[in-house]
């Protein structure tokens, strides 16, 4: 038997529901993975992103000098 490492036990357990989901007769879960770059290119992400990236570095700035929030 191959070396059990997480990746391939993981795989295994993803292809087991795969099957048990078919026989099951019920669709499988939606993947997480399929929502990558959905927001590719919005301007309104963009700004999303920018904001918390202000307020994360507003609020590295604060405990730096001792000011805790």
Same mark, same amino acid.
């Given at each position: *038997?191959?070396d059990?490492?997480? $990746? &391939?036990?993981?795989?295994? +357990?993803?292809?087991? #529901?795969?099957?048990? =989901? #078919? +026989?099951? /007769?019920?669709?499988?879960?939606?993947?997480?993975?399929?929502?990558? /770059? *959905?927001f590719? !290119?919005? $301007? %309104? *992400? =963009?700004?999303?992103?920018?904001? &918390?990236?202000a307020?994360?570095?507003? $609020?590295? $700035? =604060?405990?730096?000098a !001792?000011? %805790? #929030?």
């Amino acid at each position: *038997m191959s070396d059990l490492t997480l $990746e &391939v036990v993981a795989k295994r +357990l993803a292809d087991l #529901e795969r099957k048990v =989901a #078919e +026989l099951s /007769g019920k669709p499988a879960p939606k993947d997480w993975r399929r929502t990558v /770059g *959905m927001f590719e !290119g919005s $301007e %309104f *992400m =963009a700004q999303v992103d920018a904001e &918390v990236l202000a307020a994360r570095e507003a $609020e590295r $700035e =604060a405990a730096r000098a !001792g000011r %805790f #929030e």
